[in-house]
């Protein structure tokens, strides 16, 4: 029988084997994905915002809920600030600084709530800048604290010392403060760019850090009192997740409507004031109550630090507020 007998009698043929696929150098490099996503990156960077800009009414609205998130950071700090330097006795002049930095910041912020004008006021301008300087000097401060204790930047250390992390929030009221007055201050039909982006994408960009550092900071604080309470996840668990979705909003501010981050900015801001209540019960049940409480609010948990999640939570509202407002080119 002839090898191709079956061949023939089914009508198949015989399949050439495949040739091994060769790229081209240029192919190489049309594929070469290290050099393909980063200059994708940089060509949607530089694409042509999609949201026009905002009316003068949408403006002043937007900024006086970023003015209300930065009050409420520059309260919480006032009230923080004062009961820890006054347990470390204000043995340092500077330790004042703070206290009249945030109270500035409080009446700036009342005074651009109270404002419905589109018109800037350079004394906000200058109380909102001078808060931010005052954050970063306190953080270099409380670092130097840190550091030259024994064991320098031990555990140990960075749970008993200076708080690192305190003295952020007074950045972030600042940093929030400039770029409400920013937003009012806009002229008609212009789109400003903040700290180097777009101005929506910018705030959501400060609102993402700004909660991450302030659940980083829960964290330490809860992981030393040792979650005795399951309430105590909440704040290391729902922040950190709405940090991601503002950053989400950060790296994409297309115009739309953004239900779940809305929702979980909401929850965030709920949480601040929950917060709040928990600590005024951990202070009473340490030994004497508020029957003693010149020392209990001093060693027990700090009431004022919650309500940051609070000033995070409805500045990022407002840039929701933003982008939803917007209209498409």
């Not at 023939?8 to 790229?23: D, F, N």
């Not at 049309?30 to 949201?51: G, H, M, V």
């Not at 779940?260 to 949480?271: M, S």
Request: glycine letters at 10%.
């Amino acid at each position: 029988m002839p090898p191709d007998f079956w061949r023939r009698l089914t009508g198949t043929r015989t399949r050439e084997p495949s040739r091994a696929l060769t790229l081209t150098a240029p192919d190489r490099e049309s594929i070469d994905l290290a050099s393909y996503l980063p200059a994708r990156l940089r060509k949607l960077d530089t694409l042509p915002e999609r949201a026009a800009p905002l009316d003068a009414q949408t403006r002043v609205e937007v900024a006086r809920g970023m003015n209300r998130g930065a009050g409420v950071l520059a309260g919480s700090v006032l009230f923080d600030s004062a009961i820890e330097h006054y347990r470390g006795g204000f043995h340092n002049p500077a330790m004042f600084f703070p206290l009249v930095s945030s109270t500035l910041s409080i009446i700036a912020s009342a005074s651009g709530v109270g404002d419905n004008t589109p018109s800037v006021r350079r004394e906000r301008h200058v109380a909102y800048a001078a808060a931010a300087a005052t954050g970063f000097a306190g953080l270099a401060f409380h670092a130097y604290n840190v550091g030259k204790r024994t064991g320098g930047f031990s555990w140990t250390n960075v749970f008993y010392g200076a708080p690192l992390g305190a003295p952020a929030a007074l950045v972030l009221s600042g940093l929030l403060g400039v770029a409400a007055e920013r937003v009012r201050d806009a002229a008609p039909g212009q789109r400003p760019r903040l700290y180097g982006m777009p101005e929506s994408r910018a705030i959501a960009a400060v609102t993402s850090a700004g909660l991450a550092g302030t659940a980083a900071e829960a964290a330490l604080l809860h992981f030393r009192g040792a979650f005795q309470d399951p309430f105590m996840y909440l704040p290391v668990t729902i922040p950190p997740v709405t940090a991601a979705m503002m950053a989400a909003v950060a790296v994409d501010g297309r115009p739309r409507k953004r239900p779940v981050t809305r929702f979980l900015l909401r929850l965030t801001a709920f949480l601040g004031f929950a917060g709040t209540g928990f600590h005024i019960i951990g202070v009473h049940r340490n030994m004497g109550g508020w029957k003693n409480w010149t020392q209990n609010i001093q060693n027990g948990p700090p009431i004022p630090a919650p309500p940051s999640f609070t000033g995070l939570a409805l500045a990022g509202l407002s840039v929701l507020k933003m982008l939803e407002r917007s209209r498409r080119e």
